[in-house]
């Protein structure tokens, strides 16, 4: 007899998802700064949690939100992102484990 499984609680799925999204972080993690095309961003918080970060960001499908701050502009205000890290991205300062 087949069962029907759900997809969101199947753990080898679940491990799939959780290695797409740590891909898509990438290095970013609390205390490394990272540049790309629109700046040098330091990582002040990372949200994995898929509903968190959903509302956070406003976007249905989000898997996760980085909180960082702009350290080239010394008025720079807090601010969420939900991009990928791209082979653009560029660590300027690593954080140890």
């Not at 898929?50 to 960001?57: G, H, M, N, Q, T």
């Not at 960082?68 to 990928?84: K, Q, T, W």
Request: no cysteine; proline share 6%; aromatic share 6%.
């Amino acid at each position: 007899m087949a069962t029907n499984q759900n997809p969101a609680v199947d753990p080898d799925i679940n491990e799939a998802l959780r290695q797409v999204v740590a891909h898509q972080i990438g290095p970013r993690r609390p205390g490394v700064i990272y540049e790309n095309i629109d700046g040098a961003f330091r990582v002040l918080d990372v949200t994995t949690d898929p509903s968190e970060a959903r509302r956070i960001l406003k976007r249905r499908a989000a898997q996760f939100a980085i909180t960082v701050i702009d350290v080239l502009r010394p008025d720079a205000e807090a601010f969420v992102v939900g991009s990928v890290w791209t082979g653009s991205d560029r660590v300027l300062k690593a954080v140890s484990a």
